[in-house]
């Protein structure tokens, strides 16, 4: 047992047996490194990380590798989930010294975190012109004992060329018109006619760009940002990425077709998704966006909630296959002999038929990734139900992938938004009591005592690591849905409360934002990213929310600070429009006011179900009744009940409709372009 046992992450927890002398990230490690005058071998990961587990098994759980490392290094090892900012400057680095990243990422570095040598999954022996993990680490050793001078001048030279890259973020001025168009022509020309989606493989779920797609429809009338929104939504929903059986959407698509995912399912891709589509079928009352959007959200209730509450942050690609091999997609993939063995010649022929399975497969060994190729012609909806009902309890007994069990706050943040406005729209309150029920656990866990989010934690418990950028700005855009759905005031509350510690930790001159606080561990670069990955970067996820809160409240300092802060949609949407898809979702937000509801009346009644089913982008809505309700949310001050009856007030910038009590009335003015 190394230093790694008795912390909360489960990946680092995956090598607290392991022969190496793991250190978990800490000063002092580095002063150990600095004692012993040896480098530091940093090695970064995340617990449904399949690489990182082929090069564990490989290296780190071999005696004689241990050894070495043991020897000669001061091995650290990172959860990237869990230390994000970590993870972000050290991989900024390998991209820039090797032009690509990935994990697992190994950097070797300096007893005062300088790197100097790189490199991601290193194998056991040589191949493919890439050394051996152990040639590495003999290679890196001779050089920092004979080379010793040599390894300074290349640190030295990495630190301040990553601390010469300055952000450019578009300077004074706000995304207009002109930028917008500009992005929606840049996602034209990457965008996949034949197989949705953007770009060739792999191929990621674009959710946010598929947000901005939707805000600019209801915004402008555009079909063509409709088609695109709707015809990628439709093949990620029809392809082997989603889970034909169980719900919920893999990490992504090894090719262009959608046709085989990599296995791991991540909790923000199927927050981020479910709301994508719950959002698809506002727009268009699609029954496919419909189903896909509440079997996305029946899949993170039932496979990812913790007993405390939270959600979870992932399931493996792995488990174990039929031969007791622990490989990755087991779970998931059928052969067409493994289909007649529940299933029956007959049901098995036609399931095979409906889902794609083949005698060749389309994955590996013979197995065959589910899927609805769309080829089987008309079909009885009772047999496919039978028919996958049955597949689905077969599949039950098989072993299961791992489960990440740590609670993090900006995916947990996602997850409580797409839940409660799933739950508003399909008339699922149990989702919504699923949303508030996460909302409760971060509030009394992750906020705790310290009145500053925590990251992480794990069965109850806060983690060490504090809140990024991101944390905040999501966990805040999941209080303010939640505040929209159930009328309750203590959420926007709450999201005030993180979004006045983004104004005073995490903003720099000049509307820029950092993804650490100003009093976080200071490392050797302060990371600063605008570009959304496989989440909206914090820097637009916080714009967004300071947006929306200055819409329920009248806050000029947030709403100075959201504008400020999407200059560099300005720089960047033109430019990389996939990369800045939420900055370019609330952009549409900002160009649309954006609107404000004030529903008097009550909540989950007609005119507060009709604001919230409205199309405006980021439209705010509130509701209440009684005299209380404008301590709740602002927005109700001084708006009456008209004639006695339930009335809904439509405001953008500083100007506001007539009140009506007619809900088609209030949809059709949330439906359209707004005037003024």
């Known amino acids: 047992m190394n230093r790694l046992a008795g912390v909360t992450s489960p990946y680092l927890l995956q090598h607290a047996d392991n022969p190496v002398d793991w250190w978990p990230w800490s000063p002092e490690a580095f002063e150990e490194a600095r004692r012993r005058d040896v480098p530091v071998l940093l090695s ?6 399949h690489w990182c587990h082929v090069m564990a098994h490989e290296s780190f759980e071999d005696d004689a590798t241990a050894a070495y490392m043991n020897e000669h290094f001061v091995s650290v090892k990172v959860d990237r989930e869990e230390r994000p900012d970590v993870d972000a400057v050290y991989m900024e680095a390998v991209q820039a010294a090797t032009g690509h990243g990935g994990w697992p990422m190994t950097v070797f570095l300096t007893a005062d975190g300088e790197p100097f040598y790189f490199g991601t999954y290193f194998p056991p022996e040589a191949r493919h012109g890439s ?40 300077g004074d001025g706000v995304p207009g018109e002109s930028e917008v168009a500009q992005a929606l022509l840049g996602l034209t020309r990457e965008y996949d006619e034949q197989h949705g989606g953007f770009g060739g493989a792999p191929k990621f779920p674009p959710s946010m760009a598929v947000e901005f797609l939707l805000r600019h429809y209801a915004r402008t009338g555009s079909e063509g940002a409709l088609q695109m929104a709707a015809d990628t939504c439709a093949a990620m929903a029809r392809g082997g990425i989603y889970d034909q059986l169980g719900g919920g959407f893999a990490r992504y698509s090894v090719d262009r077709e959608w046709i085989v995912p990599h296995f791991e399912k991540m909790l923000y891709d199927n927050a981020l998704l479910c709301r994508v589509y719950a959002h698809l079928w506002r727009a268009t009352g699609s029954d496919e966006a419909r189903r896909i959007a509440l079997e996305t959200a029946d899949f993170m209730v039932r496979e990812l909630r913790t007993a405390e509450g939270g959600f979870a942050s992932a399931l493996d690609a792995d488990s174990e296959d039929a031969d007791g091999r622990h490989v990755e997609g087991a779970y998931y993939v059928w052969t067409p002999a493994q289909l007649r063995e529940v299933l029956g010649e007959d049901d098995a022929a036609f399931a095979a038929a409906y889902y794609g399975v083949t005698e060749d497969g389309t994955f590996e060994e013979g197995a065959s990734v589910l899927r609805l190729p769309g080829d089987a012609g008309p079909v009885d909806a009772d047999r496919v139900a039978d028919v996958s009902a049955r597949l689905l309890a077969a599949r039950e007994q098989r072993p299961r992938p791992g489960r990440d069990d740590k609670v993090v706050a900006a995916w947990n943040g996602l997850a409580i938004a797409a839940l409660a406005e ?126 929306s809160y200055a819409a329920y409240t009248g806050s000029e300092p947030h709403r100075t600070a959201a504008e400020g802060a999407l200059g560099v949609v300005k ?73 006695g009856q339930p009335t809904a007030y439509v405001c953008r910038h500083f100007v506001c409709s007539a009140p009506t009590t007619n809900a088609g009335e209030l949809a059709a003015a949330l439906a359209g372009p707004a005037g003024g």
């Open 131 to 170: 050394p051996s993990f152990r040639q590495v680490l003999e290679g890196v050793a001779a050089a920092w004992k004979d080379r010793r001078d040599e390894v300074a001048e290349v640190a030295g030279r990495i630190v301040a060329d990553l601390a010469g890259r300055s952000l450019v973020h578009g």
């Open 44 to 49: 970064v990961g995340y617990a449904s990380c």
């Open 571 to 643: 720089a960047l949407g033109p430019r990389v429009p996939r990369f800045v898809g939420w900055g370019l979702a609330v952009a549409e937000a900002l160009l649309d006011g954006p609107r404000e509801v004030a529903v008097a009346g009550p909540v989950g009644g007609e005119l507060h179900r009709t604001a919230l089913l409205g199309r405006a982008p980021g439209a705010v809505v509130a509701a209440g009744e009684g005299p209380g309700a404008g301590a709740e949310f602002p927005l109700l001050v001084d708006r009456p009940l008209v004639g």
């Open 422 to 547: 799933t739950g508003a729209y399909f008339d699922r309150p149990d989702l919504v009591e699923r949303a508030t029920e996460a909302a409760d656990l971060l509030v009394r866990v992750h906020l705790g005592e310290v009145a500053r989010l925590t990251r992480t934690s794990k069965d109850g418990r806060a983690g060490v690591n504090a809140g990024v950028l991101e944390d905040y700005g999501d966990v805040a855009e999941g209080f303010l849905a939640l505040a929209a759905v159930t009328g309750e005031g203590a959420w926007l509350e709450f999201a005030g409360f993180l979004l006045d510690i983004v104004l005073e930790q995490f903003t720099g001159e000049g509307g820029q934002l950092y993804d650490t606080a100003h009093d976080a561990e200071q490392l050797i670069r302060r990371p600063q990213d605008p570009t959304d990955s496989a989440t909206p970067s914090g820097w637009t996820a916080a714009a967004g929310a300071l947006l």
